[in-house]
């Protein structure tokens, strides 16, 4: 199961996504990303804390995320990865592609900046 919270903070999005993100729940996933994209933020960042597993179409999920970033000209942060789920980043080389930093990385550059 996975539950999602956004935390609106101006022209910064965060996206929390807590518990296992797999098939099941891109749509949720998704349609709380087109949600957030109509608002024009120049950032949207994702919460890894909580997340505890990614299967592929999850990883699939936040590709296209990237590509939908890149054409809206949103920054898209990961944030707070657990060791799983950066193991899972680096196996597939998302960490080449992403934006992924620490918590406290984070929360110095785009929090203390809102």
Not at 66 to 81: E, G, R, T
Request: charge should be neutral; hydrophobic fraction near 45%.
């Amino acid at each position: 199961m996975v539950s999602i919270d956004i935390d609106e903070r101006g022209s910064l999005k965060i996206i929390r996504i807590k518990g296992e993100f797999f098939l099941g729940y891109v749509r949720q996933v998704e349609e709380t990303w087109n949600k957030l994209v109509t608002t024009s933020p120049e950032v949207i960042a994702i919460d890894c804390r909580d997340m505890t597993f990614v299967d592929s179409s999850a990883i699939g999920t936040f590709v296209k995320f990237l590509h939908n970033s890149m054409a809206h000209n949103i920054k898209l942060v990961f944030f707070d990865l657990n060791e799983s789920i950066s193991r899972i980043f680096n196996k597939a080389k998302l960490n080449k592609i992403f934006t992924i930093l620490d918590r406290e990385e984070f929360e110095k550059v785009y929090i203390q900046k809102s």
